[in-house]
Nanobody
């Protein structure tokens, strides 16, 4: 079992920045690809970003490319999502997830955190 706990979500003005963190309990953290997903009010869950276990490759949704950066510190069993130039449409509950490969499909991830709320005001 892998337990994931997100933190860092809060209310922020449009144009501002936040850094989300996801702490994992597993001892094989580096073997997992990690992903960030989000679910806005009245919307379905959507892919945001993913990163290889080694951290050597990242992928982003077009909607966040150039604004968000995913990174990881395997020594700390933590993955991060740096969010810059935030827009109201970024408002959502953000979830981190762990899986075998870095993909955009939520079905490829086996473990999920409880989420952290990000609200961007206009």
């Amino acid at each position: 079992q892998v337990q994931l706990v997100e933190s860092g979500g809060e209310l922020v003005q449009a144009g501002g920045s936040l850094r989300l963190s996801c702490a994992a309990s597993g001892r094989t953290f580096s073997s997992y690809a990690m992903g960030w997903f989000r679910q806005g009010p009245g919307k379905e869950r959507e892919f945001v970003a993913t990163i290889r276990g080694s951290g050597s490759r990242t992928y982003y949704a077009d909607s966040v490319k150039g604004r968000f950066t995913i990174s990881r510190d395997n020594a700390k069993n933590t993955v991060y999502l740096q969010m810059n130039s935030l827009k109201p449409e970024d408002t959502a509950v953000y979830y981190c997830a762990a899986g075998p490969i870095p993909t955009m499909a939520s079905t490829n991830y086996d473990y999920w955190g409880q989420g952290t709320q990000v609200t961007v005001s206009s």
